[in-house]
């Protein structure tokens, strides 16, 4: 499968609010509170406004196969307050908003969004990739730790005290790997050779088809 990954434009901005819809549906069902409003996610409306902050600055990327969008990420060098410290993000891109759609899951989408942003962070001569990921979810994690990132705190004020409540900063776990550690990396990821995208109904029907032998 060819993965091409390229800088979003504002154009983009519905296709990456239907990928966080499509997502968050798909939480739901699964019965995660990562992302709901009832836990302190954002609402579409702040989502698209922040992404699309994120578009005009060039700092948003699509990854397409076959030509369609099949996924997408932010890189820059901000955060959340109180997650990572000024010198933390000195010397890292972060990883936001990373979604790969539902339909092409599975097919190292994800890993190739991730050695994009890592490519980024060395281009910037920033030594590490890094990002927050949603604190109660810790199937999440377990995804971030198999992709060779390592957790690095719960930040401080995320943890409930008798003032403060973990809902207000939700998305608090916060995770890092050097982005050289995927230049060392010698087996390219395991992705198909060939996805086959079927497209109707305005883009929202994407079937992926793997011809991988193995
Ligand atoms: C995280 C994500 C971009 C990775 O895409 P990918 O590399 O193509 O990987 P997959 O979608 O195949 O997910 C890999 C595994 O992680 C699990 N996973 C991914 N995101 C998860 C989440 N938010 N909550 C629980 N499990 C999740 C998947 O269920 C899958 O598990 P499985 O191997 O048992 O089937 C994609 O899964 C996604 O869009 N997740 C929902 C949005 C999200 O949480 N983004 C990260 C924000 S920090």
Redesign the pocket.
Known sequence: MNIRIRQGRPADLGTICR?RLQ?AS??AA?G?D??TRQAGGLSIEVFAAAVGHSLRRGESWIAEAGGEPV?T?TVNDRADAGLWSPAELAEAVV????????R???????????AHAAALARARHRTWVR????TA?T??H???R??GFRLVRIAASAMPGPTESAALVP?AALFERRADAWARTTEPPRIPQRILITTRDAGLTVSCVSSRTE
């Open positions: 990928l997502r798909w939480l699964r995660s990562q992302w996924g990420v990883v936001h908003y990373m979604i790969v759609d539902l092409c899951a599975g097919r190292a989408v994800g890993a190739n969004l991730l990002l927050d990921a949603w979810n199937a999440l377990d995804y971030y198999r992709a998305s």
